[in-house]
Nanobody
Framework: VQLQASGGGLVQPGGSLRLSCAAS????????MGWYRQAPGKQRELLAT???????NYADSVKDRFTISRDNVKKMVFLQMNSLKPEDTAVYYC?????????WGRGTLVTVSS
């Protein structure tokens, strides 16, 4: 299983970023995908999930600002992040659970600062 997140960077408060995650090594189409983040000194936090039928769920902290989507042909999952705040600064990871085991790929750093 490989999950490779990309698209992070430095953005000013109020700005936007789109994260991408390329997945391989498992049957992507049928699995729920998610995005997590981990800020320095904090626990990893679940942000959003999208099922195989594209049902989505969001943490309250990002609801109405972040949008998760997926492309089953390209085996990719995306996180559109708008109205970014300094407290969104973290390393962002995509996630899949397979047979009760969690997989996170290498994350991508998002820094929100002026």
């Amino acid at each position: 299983v490989q999950l490779q997140a990309s698209g992070g960077g430095l953005v000013q408060p109020g700005g936007s970023l789109r994260l991408s995650c390329a997945a391989s090594g498992f049957f992507f189409t049928i699995n729920t995908m998610g995005w997590y983040r981990q800020a320095p000194g904090k626990q990893r936090e679940l942000l959003a999930t999208i099922t195989s039928s594209r049902t989505t769920n969001y943490a309250d902290s990002v609801k109405d600002r972040f949008t998760i989507s997926r492309d089953n042909v390209k085996k990719m999952v995306f996180l559109q992040m708008n109205s970014l705040k300094p407290e969104d600064t973290a390393v962002y990871y995509c996630h899949v659970a397979l047979r009760s085991r969690d997989y996170w790929g290498r994350g991508t750093l998002v820094t929100v600062s002026s």
